[in-house]
């Protein structure tokens, strides 16, 4: 029988926990060097090192049949997968963040403003739920700078501990989603004998953590 895949992210913050919880379920293998695939010694299993933004559309597409990715990168990409089970890693939250000084006091504020992001689709369903209409500047990076340089009132973007936006003049203002590391699987996959050893391996370890 073919080996299974599953995707993990190469290096970043998820590749550390996501190595350790694979280790933790008894699998032998090498973490990422330089090749992108390994093959795990001891189980019917091959792991593919990817960047985390491409980890649910391999999924979805069947490249891969089980990922670990972030909630975050999974609704942003707005991936046809299943979550299979959360993994308590990787918490953060999406949050909209204004600098100190800002006049926007309440939601209805943004109207008219504009608000930089990294997650132009999650920011865009939430402010459609709001029916907030506000001009989304997409950037794929050092979003909290955007503020500083005059290219928008606002941003969107992960925080965890909130020293990133402190360090840059700027305060949170609201929560747009929260976020934790999340095991995914292709659609149709879930019964495969391989997949429920593995999940089963997972879950043992997530509860002797508790
Ligand atoms: O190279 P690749 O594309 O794979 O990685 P990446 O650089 O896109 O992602 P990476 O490794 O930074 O993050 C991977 C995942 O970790 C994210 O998709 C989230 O699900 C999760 N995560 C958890 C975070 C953070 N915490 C986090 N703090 N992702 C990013 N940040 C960044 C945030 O963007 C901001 O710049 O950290 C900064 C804020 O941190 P604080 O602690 O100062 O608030
Ligand atoms: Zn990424």
């Known amino acids: 029988m073919k080996n299974l895949k599953i995707a993990i992210q190469k290096s970043g913050r998820l590749n550390e926990k996501s190595v350790l919880l694979l280790k933790n379920c008894g699998l032998d293998f090498e973490n990422y060097k330089s090749s992108l695939i390994t093959t795990v010694a001891n189980f019917s299993l091959e792991i593919l090192f990817l960047r985390d933004d491409d980890i649910p559309g391999y999924v979805e597409q069947g490249i891969a049949d089980l990922g670990i990715v972030?909630?975050?990168?999974?609704?942003?990409?707005?991936?046809?997968?299943?979550y299979l089970q959360r993994l308590g890693f990787g918490r953060c939250t999406l949050k909209i963040a204004l600098p100190k000084d800002s006049p926007v006091d309440r939601l209805e504020d943004l109207n008219g403003k504009s608000i930089a992001t990294s997650y132009p689709n999650i920011l865009q369903n939430f402010l459609n739920e709001y029916k907030i209409k506000a001009d989304i500047q997409e950037i794929s990076g050092s979003v909290e700078i955007a503020p500083g340089l005059g290219l928008s009132d606002a941003i969107c973007d992960i925080v965890s501990t909130g020293g990133t936006l402190k360090s840059n003049g700027l305060k949170p203002f609201v929560d747009v989603a929260s976020s934790e590391a999340i095991l995914i699987a292709r659609e149709g996959i879930e019964e495969n004998p391989i997949i429920c050893e593995l999940l089963q391996r997972i879950q043992s370890v997530l509860r002797a953590k508790e």
């Open 70 to 82: 972030g909630e975050n990168v999974i609704e942003e990409t707005r991936s046809q997968v299943q």
